[in-house]
């Protein structure tokens, strides 16, 4: 009977030392959790809504978006969204999307949506992969060029195969209906959003000089505003 009364107290202490163990794990991810909370409330987000073949797209990106980001590391945090102008629609289960620029834009889409969602890829390379295509003359042409540039070329395969399959069809219509969710249809492409509320004085302001509406709504001002 000792014996036996000796084995169940080792099996509840036992797990009673796991259950501990699980109850600080979970404690220390809820601790980091509220960290990155408390430090994104800190930051400015921006948020835009764009196509791959959209000049003004393109231009905005690379010309305010790009420098802003590099400038401003853990002042700003992105949310990009590829879809703009495009619709979508389930057909006999399969989603068919029309695009503002023609095919060619739903596949550019689809490559920066899969892009955007691969967990083997860092946030920082996911933004040099974006602004190196939207730098290119037909940015849904471009993947192994940019790929290149940061050094992820075995990324080549999986990515194309997402951006030719449901995955990309199914990522391109998650930012649809994210992008629906603000306007539908857009009334310029691409919008901008600043702190999660669109206002159409901000959205020009971005538009024309992104780095004086960081800098007028930041909570810390940084030095090189």
């Keep these: 009977m000792k014996i036996i009364f000796k084995t169940i107290a080792n099996i509840i202490l036992k797990n009673k030392m796991k259950i501990i163990a699980v109850l600080c794990l979970v404690a220390m991810f809820y601790g980091a959790l509220a960290k990155s909370k408390k430090s994104d409330d800190n930051k400015v987000k921006i948020a835009v809504y764009y196509e791959s073949l959209c000049p003004d797209s393109k231009a905005f990106i690379t010309q305010q978006l790009a420098p802003v980001w590099r400038d401003f590391r853990g002042v700003v945090k992105v949310k990009l969204v590829p879809y703009g102008k495009s619709t979508h629609d389930k057909v006999n289960g399969k ?12 596949y550019g889409n689809k490559v920066q949506a899969c892009i955007l969602k691969d967990r083997s890829l860092q946030d920082t390379e996911k933004m040099e992969l974006v602004i190196c295509l939207m730098s290119q ?16 070329m075995d990324e080549s395969s999986k990515l194309k195969r997402c951006a030719s399959g449901d995955q990309g069809d199914n990522l391109l219509a998650t930012y ?3 992008t629906d969710n603000v306007m539908r249809p857009l009334s310029f492409v691409p919008t901008v959003i600043i702190n999660e509320k669109f ?12 780095k004086a509406a960081v800098c007028r709504v930041a909570p810390v001002k940084p030095s090189n505003c």
């Design 137 to 152: 003359a037909s940015p849904d042409k471009s993947l192994d060029t940019c790929l290149t540039q940061v050094n992820k």
């Design 199 to 210: 206002d159409q004085t901000t959205q020009d302001e971005a538009f024309s000089n992104l």
């Design 176 to 178: 649809g209906d994210k």
């Design 95 to 106: 989603w068919q999307f029309n695009c503002h620029h023609g095919a060619d834009e739903c």
